[in-house]
C-alpha cells in the first residue's frame, strides 16, 4: 500500500507541467526554511532529495520531505494531498483563482506599512476584487497580448507610485 501512495506521489510530481515543477519545488524548499526551521538545508541539497526521489534512485523519503512535498501540493491544487496519494494528477487542472495568486505572491514579502490588522474583511474583500478585475482586465486568449496588458498595468503603477 505505501509504495503505492510512493508511486502516485511520483506520478503526481513527474505529470506537472515545467512551471507548475518549478512552483512545488520553490514551496516546499521554503516549507523546509519557513515551518520546518531547516535554514541549514541548502536549495540544490533539497533539489538533489527531490530528483532522487522522482528517479526511483530511493523510494525512503525523509519525513520533512514527505511534509514538504504535501504542503507544496496543497498549495497547488484543491485536495491536492489526497488526489495525488490515491489517484495520481493526470495532466493539467485549470488554475483556481486562489493558485494564481499564491504563484503570484508567495515570494513577495507585504508593504512594510501595511499592517496585517488592517486587512480586516470588508478590506481583503476589496482586494480580492481588485485582483479579480486586474488579472480580468489583463485576461486573453493569446500569451503575448496577456503579457502586453500585463506589462501596461505594471507600467502604469509603477509610474503612480514613482510621483509620490
Known sequence: MYVDYVDNLIRTIKNMSENDYIFFEKTAYEYHIKYLKNERLRR????IQLEKFLSEETIKISFQNHNSYMYALDQMYDNGITDSLLYARKGKKSVTWRQLFLRATTDVALP??????NLDEINTRTLKS?????????AHNDKDVTGKR?????????ITFNRE
Open 44 to 47: 540544490a541539497d533539497f533539489k
Open 150 to 158: 500585463l506589462r501596461t498595468i505594471d507600467e502604469f503603477l509603477n
Open 130 to 138: 481588485i485582483f479579480q478585475k486586474l488579472i480580468s482586465a489583463c
Open 112 to 117: 512594510k506599512n501595511l499592517k496585517p490588522e
